[in-house]
């Protein structure tokens, strides 16, 4: 989970984008989370192939937190 601001703590998964097995494009949205005062769309930080999604939706998590894998073997940018 990125660091979303210097208080924030940890955040929800509220929504995933994409599933595994799907494409993703760097910095296109990949998930939304949800913190005490935001909701933030998340972009992927890298382009790929969605291989894992390791949090489900509507779990909280800490900042630092692994949320997903995205293999970018081969991957265009």
């Known amino acids: 989970m990125p660091q ?3 208080t924030v703590e940890e955040g929800i998964v509220a929504l995933w984008y994409k599933k ?3 494409a993703v494009r760097a910095d296109e949205p990949l998930f939304d989370l949800e913190t005490d005062k935001v909701t ?3 972009p992927a930080p890298a382009s790929g192939v ?3 999604i390791l ?3 509507g779990v909280a998590v800490p900042v630092g937190t692994k949320l997903a894998e995205i293999d970018t073997t081969g991957a265009k940018s």
């Open 4 to 6: 979303l601001g210097e």
């Open 20 to 22: 595994v097995g799907d």
């Open 40 to 42: 933030t769309e998340i």
């Open 50 to 52: 969605l291989t894992a």
């Open 55 to 57: 949090v489900e939706t």
